[in-house]
């Protein structure tokens, strides 16, 4: 039987509760056992599939096709655990499903209502990951800020599961902020208070306080808060501010926090420390060797969650390759009215990541044509694939105006366009070409080199494909299809001849790339921008 961890958060947003979150999952992995991580998320959409990133952040795209929080990728990439659809539990899942229920007539002469009803949907939800895997612990992490009028049916089931499960079995971490305040030269703890005792008023007692802070806490404030909070002294962690995100779980660890709630839920464990996530990340994050300056080039720049996987996967490739890899975030926009020469100075490689309409887009091929003609290294992501192969039929093949039907449905020139069953699609929730498919890659090709291996398995998230009406036309001038999916001969990766390192994929790597384990294509982008001379 699974034991729980609820973490929820108070004061502010933003906190890092996800990061918390995969940091104590590592920890507890490292001690052996197998652990689930669930996200709550109290809106009533059901996934953030058609939220605009500068609402949501990135969309993090499952295996199995979900469409899911960013926060499930930090679970990924600091831990083993499986992650699916269940992973995410959204308000909107819930009720569209007990609505559907409750149309089938599942509660007839009952009044159906959020208690029972939709918190008992949660529960069942919560419970169902531990059911189908053998799991030692999950982690269920409730979005949002303690004291949202959305969040509390969650609030209310965890609170019933605790009260079920009891003592040793389902433990609350909180994870809070101590703002310091500079004019008084304090660092204060009220708003703590305070989030601890809204979280009293609903019935829930927090066991951990993780606290987050810009400057030590003093055992003073220790004692001051557990007094206050009811919590046991030693379950006040700091979670101080720390240089990078992989150094996360060393910081909790060094407070003792897998001990703590080993304790919590009565598990005796032995501490193997945390060796080789030091040695083979954090280590070669504090000093790197070499240094590369990589470009990402999007629309979305502004937004410092929007491209998420895309700069961590950087990172990993820079792990990878020794080297700290700086990134230069540049708005598409900008290059359209700008000098492409002086913004890209200096840069030894250009990533263009995904993306949906207009806007931006003739700033994304007027670098993709730059790049190519300066023999820039490229890794072309989804979008970035499609805008490479329009600039290559209107630049090299002379196709003018060629151009995908997302931005022009009239074009002369269709080199993306939709499949058949794509443009049958009435619903757009749910409803892309979504999650892992496999593609076979050609020998020879700078693919190949990079994975060794012919197939691979892929996760995806589009509409448009490239248009097979052109393959011949395309490559007679150079072009490569590197990679296919065989089953609906589907292009997945593009290359050019006569560039040192020019890769595009229409699915996302950065979703499969993890600190200790580089994805092979941002391992090589980074190998081949190190070698361009800046
Ligand atoms: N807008 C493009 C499509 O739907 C690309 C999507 C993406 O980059 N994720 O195919």
């Not at 652990?35 to 990133?53: E, F, H, Q, R, S």
């Not at 049916?153 to 019933?160: G, H, M, N, T, W």
């Not at 240089?243 to 464990?269: F, Q, R, W």
């Not at 820079?318 to 290059?335: C, L, P, T, W, Y």
Request: a positive charge; hydrophobic letters at 35%; charged letters at 30%.
């Amino acid at each position: 039987m699974s034991k729980y961890i609820f973490v929820t958060g108070g004061v502010v947003s933003s906190l890092g509760k996800g990061l918390a979150a995969a940091s104590l999952a590592k920890l507890l992995e490292a001690r052996g056992l197998k652990i689930a991580i669930i996200k709550c998320d109290p809106y009533l959409n059901v996934d953030p599939g058609t939220m605009n990133p500068f609402q949501h952040g990135e969309v993090y795209v499952t295996d199995d096709g979900a469409e899911t929080d960013l926060d499930l990728g930090h679970y990924e990439r600091f831990t083993n655990a499986k992650l699916s659809k269940d992973s995410s539990i959204t308000a909107g899942k819930v009720y569209y499903s007990v609505i559907t229920k409750e149309r089938r007539g599942d509660y007839l002469g009952k009044t159906v209502q959020i208690i029972p009803h939709i918190t008992d949907e949660i529960k069942e939800r919560i419970k169902k990951l531990a059911k189908t895997d053998e799991v030692d612990i999950t982690i269920v992490e409730i979005g949002g800020t303690v004291g949202d009028i959305e969040s509390l049916p969650f609030l209310e089931a965890i609170r019933q599961m605790r009260w079920e499960l009891g003592e040793n079995y389902a433990i609350n971490i909180h994870v809070t902020l101590l703002p310091y305040i500079k004019s008084a030269g304090e660092q204060k703890t009220k708003p703590t208070q305070h989030s601890v005792g809204r979280l009293r008023e609903i019935g829930i007692l927090p066991n951990i306080l993780m606290c987050r802070t810009e400057k030590p806490i003093t055992q003073e404030q220790r004692e001051k808060i557990a007094l206050f909070c009811n919590v046991d002294v030693e379950a006040v962690v700091e979670a101080s501010d720390v240089k990078h995100i992989y150094e996360v779980p060393s910081a909790l660890k060094k407070e003792g926090l897998d001990t703590l709630v080993l304790k919590k839920l009565n598990i005796k464990l032995p501490d193997k420390g945390l060796k080789a996530w030091e040695e083979n990340v954090v280590k070669r994050l504090r000093s790197p060797v070499h240094e590369v300056r990589i470009a990402v080039v999007g629309k979305y720049i502004a937004l410092q969650d929007a491209y998420k996987s895309i700069y961590e996967a950087l990172v990993h490739g820079g792990i990878a390759n020794n080297a700290r890899v700086h990134i230069v975030k540049i708005d598409s926009e900008s290059i359209e009215k700008g000098d492409p020469r002086k913004q890209l100075k200096g840069i030894q490689g250009i990533l263009i990541p995904g993306g949906f309409g207009n806007r931006g887009i003739e700033g994304k091929i007027r670098t993709v044509q730059y790049l190519r003609e300066k023999k820039i290294p490229f890794l072309g992501i989804c979008l970035g694939m499609q805008i490479a192969t329009i600039e290559f039929a209107r630049n090299v093949c002379g196709l003018k105006g060629a151009n995908s039907t997302e931005f022009d449905k009239d074009t002369k020139y269709p080199v993306i366009s939709l499949l058949e069953e794509q443009k049958r699609v009435e619903n757009l929730g749910a409803s892309m070409r979504l999650g892992v498919f496999s593609c076979e890659i050609q020998k020879g090709t700078k693919s190949f080199e990079a994975y060794k291996r012919v197939t691979i398995e892929e996760r995806h998230r589009h509409r448009y494909e490239f248009n097979n009406e052109y393959r011949a036309q395309l490559q007679q001038k150079g072009f490569i299809i590197a990679g296919r999916n065989e089953d609906k001969d589907l292009v997945e990766i593009i290359e050019i001849k006569d560039h040192p390192w020019f890769v595009a994929c229409q699915f996302h790597p950065e979703f499969k790339s993890k600190p200790d384990a580089a994805h092979p294509l941002f391992e090589a982008f980074v190998t081949a921008a190190m070698k361009h001379s800046k």
